[in-house]
C-alpha cells in the first residue's frame, strides 16, 4: 500500500528536494483540465478573543468527501464556489456559497467573491479583503520560498502545497480593530475533473512558535482507517529551510466532543484532547493540546477550530493558546469511536461518558 502510494504521489520526493521546486501561486479558477481549484489562508496565534483568522476558498467542488460540500451545492458541482472566514469568537456569517457564474467575478490577477471577499494578486504576493459587518479584513500576504507539498499525484490529477507567508494587515470585529504582522500559512490546490481521491479523513494543524517557525502537521486516511499521510514540517523562515518528518509522526485523539452531525449528514466526533508523538534520530517533539470548543463548518465537509497547546522539541518546551486546527472526519462511526467509559469517568470523574476516538 505504502509503496504504490510513494509512487502516485511524488510529493514525498518534492520535499526531500526543495530547491529544485519552483512552484509558484497564481490566480485561476476551473479549467478544462482542473475542476475544482482552493486558495486559503490560515493565520494562528492571534490575540484573545480571535486567536485564529482563516479564509478557506473553494471554486468548484472536487471529487472528495472530505473536501466536497455538497450541501452548498444549489446548481452544479462545476459552478459552486464556496468561501469560509472564521476567528475563534463566535460567528454565525463564517460560510458563504455562490455561483461561478452568476456571481463571482474572475480576472487573470483577481477573483472577487460576490461583494463580499476577493484575492488580488499573482507571483505569491496577494491581498484578501473581507467586508462584513461582523468580520472584516484586509491582509497583505507575502510567500516565501519555504513550500511544503503535501500531495501531488501523477499525470496532474492532484496537487496541494503549503506555503509559509508572512502576513500584514488590519482585522475588524465586531467594532474592535487588530493590527497583525507575522507568519501564516498560504495553501493552494488543484483537482482533476477525473481524480478521486479515497480520502475520508483529514486534519491539518498549524502552530506559530518562536525564533520564527512554524510547525504544519497533516494526517489522512481512508475509510477503511488506513493512515495514507502523516507529516510533520517544522518551517525555519529566520534560517530558510525546513524539516520534514513522515516516519515515526503519530496522531492520537485522547478526548473527544459528542457526536455531531452537518449540514451534509455526515456524523462525527470532533477532538477535544489529542497529541503528536514525531520522532527521528536527532529530534523528538511531543504536542499536547487542548481544544478551545470553537469548531465552526465550512472547511470542505468539516470544520476549523483552535487549540491550547504544550510542545516539547527536544529539550526545548514551549506553550500557546493559538493553535489552528482543520478537521473533517468521513469515515463510517464504526472506525470512529470506541467506548471506554469506565476508563474515561475513573480518569475524568465526569458524570457523563465519553467516547474515546481509535
Partial sequence: MQIFQDFLDQSKRLNQAPKSNNKNIRLQGPNQQYSAVYYGLSVPNLPAPLHYLNFISWLGQPKISVFQNAYCIKTTELDTATVMSSISAHMIGQFQNYSLKNDCQLKDVAIHFGVKESIVGHTDTFSIQREDSELSFNLDIQATEIK??????????????????????????????????????????????????????????I????????????????????????????????NKKVLMMDQNVHFKIQRVYPVVKTPNLQKMYLPREFEWICHNEQMQIYIQAQSR???????????????????????????????????????????????????LMDKFGHAVPFMLKK
Avoid at 193 to 201: E, N, V
Avoid at 326 to 341: A, F, T
Fill in 148 to 205: 511544503s507539498c503535501l500531495t501531488k499525484l501523477r499525470l496532474g490529477l492532484a496537487e496541494y502545497w503549503s506555503v509559509l507567508s508572512h502576513c500584514e494587515g488590519q482585522i475588524k470585529y465586531q467594532n474592535q480593530i487588530y493590527e497583525i504582522n507575522q507568519l501564516a500559512a498560504l495553501s493552494y490546490a488543484q483537482f482533476s475533473k477525473f481524480s478521486y481521491l479515497p480520502l475520508a479523513f483529514f486534519t491539518q494543524q
Fill in 207 to 238: 502552530i506559530n512558535l518562536s525564533q520564527q517557525r512554524q510547525i504544519v502537521l497533516v494526517q489522512t486516511r481512508d475509510r477503511y482507517n488506513n493512515i495514507l499521510s502523516s507529516r510533520l514540517y517544522l518551517r525555519d523562515f529566520k
Fill in 293 to 343: 470548543g470553537d469548531f465552526k463548518f465550512g472547511l470542505g465537509a468539516g470544520y476549523a477550530g483552535s487549540f491550547n497547546f504544550q510542545i516539547k522539541i527536544n529539550d526545548e518546551i514551549e506553550n500557546g493558546e493559538g493553535g489552528y486546527c482543520e478537521y473533517v472526519d468521513c469515515r463510517p462511526l464504526s472506525w470512529q469511536e470506541k467506548n471506554h467509559k469506565d476508563k
